[in-house]
Every structure is written in C-alpha cells, then in structure tokens.
T-cell receptor, first 115, second 108 residues
Framework: DAGITQSPRYKITETGRQVTLMCHQT?????MFWYRQDLGHGLRLIYYSAAADITDKGEVPDGYVVSRSKTENFPLTLESATRSQTSVYFC??????????????FGPGTRLTVT | KNEVEQSPQNLTAQEGEFITINCSYS?????LHWLQQHPGGGIVSLFM???GKKKHGRLIATINIQEKHSSLHITASHPRDSAVYIC??????????FGTGTSLTVIP
C-alpha cells in the first residue's frame, strides 16, 4: 500500500530487551523522522535522516539507534529498553524542498510499553 | 523551557462556533506547521506556513513572523473537528519544536 507504515502497532517488552520499530514509506521521500509522544511533552524528535546513510540526532536521542540503508526504510532500535521509553512512537517522512520547509506525513504510530 | 506555546490547552465549543487556537514561538523559524491528531492517534498535516495566510475549506491559518505568532481558525465548527491541534516549528538548524497541543471538543 502507498504511504507510510509502521510496525508493530503495539509492542510490550521487558526492561533490558532490545526492540526495533520499523518504518516504511513508498513515496521515496528523502527525509524521515522518529518522534516520541508523551503526555505533557508533546512530540519530541528522536532522530532524523536527510537521505540514505545520513542520520542526525534530534532532541532526545539517548538510548536509541537508527539506520537508513535504504531510502524507504528507517528503523528505530532501543538497544536496552527502559521504562522511561514507554511511549507512542511516530515515524514521519517529507520531501526535500531545499531551503524552505516541507510538509511531514506521519505514520499511524507504535504504542510501546516497557515493563 | 518551551520553544512553542499553544493556547488554550483545552477548548469546548458548540457546533457552528468560530474557533481560534493560538501558537507563539520563541525561536527563529523557516516554517510553521499545524497538525491535527485524531482521537484514534493518527496525525495529519493541515498547513505549512512561512508567511501570510492559508485557507483550506473551513480552516484558516495565519502567521505573523515579526510577532512570532500563528493562529488556526475553524469556521462553522463541527463535531468531526474534535481533535488535538498541534503547532510545530522548524528552527534554523533542522530542529523541530512542537507545542503540547490544544484539545478541541465540539458539542452538537
């Protein structure tokens, strides 16, 4: 299906486990983003990627790892999950319109619970 | 510190009312976004603004760069407009900052 998808949609894991959240987009957008959404904080940027093999830290990158070997995929890995990483995670993508900003298209979100 | 502040945090309106949601920001920006998050959690981009005003159906967004302020207006509000509206700005250094959202409930 065209668009941006995330998997899994729901995940429960234990403290200390590694977990990977997947994000896939079919538009060939150059930019992709990972956000977490928590009550009282709104959306916060974890990592973003301007193109394949180019990633950069956002506001809250600690405890997370990303990679982008293909334009369409942008997985987010929690190397050793902690309870504070319980959150809803959103992936987004956008075109590169040069100097000026661009609209972002959001995935449906992954609700992660760390017990 | 919050780079983006929205007001009000919560808003209840009667169907048909004119609604205004405000966003103030403290950083230099290249663009401002208004997002809508439905009760089911999905997020949709409504507007992207760098100056002036944009209109889409019953929604109008304005931005005043000098005052670092934007407003989202909904005319003839409807219960299906009930959602959380989020203001977001892109700073000069590729950083994105988000407000905590305005929860709107429109009562029939």
């Amino acid at each position: 299906d065209a668009g941006i998808t995330q998997s899994p949609r729901y995940k429960i894991t234990e403290t200390g486990r590694q977990v990977t959240l997947m994000c896939h987009q079919t538009w060939s957008h150059s930019y992709m983003f990972w956000y977490r959404q928590d009550l009282g904080h709104g959306l916060r940027l974890i990592y973003y990627s301007a193109a394949a093999d180019i990633t950069d830290k956002g506001e809250v990158p600690d405890g997370y790892v990303v990679s982008r070997s293909k334009t369409e995929n942008f997985p987010l890995t929690l190397e050793s999950a902690t309870r504070s990483q319980t959150s809803v995670y959103f992936c987004a993508s956008s075109e590169n319109r040069g100097v000026y900003s661009y609209e972002q298209y959001f995935g449906p979100g992954t609700r992660l619970t760390v017990t | 510190k919050n780079e983006v502040e929205q007001s009000p945090q919560n808003l209840t309106a009667q169907e048909g009312e004119f609604i205004t949601i405000n966003c103030s920001y403290s950083v230099g920006i290249s663009a401002l976004h208004w997002l809508q998050q439905h009760p089911g959690g999905g997020i949709v981009s409504l507007f992207m603004l760098s100056s002036g005003k944009k209109k889409h159906g019953r929604l109008i967004a304005t931005i005043n760069i000098q005052e670092k302020h934007s407003s989202l207006h909904i005319t003839a509000s409807h219960p299906r407009d009930s959602a959380v509206y989020i203001c977001a700005v892109r700073g000069s250094g590729n950083q994105f900052y988000f407000g905590t959202g305005t929860s709107l409930t429109v009562i029939p």
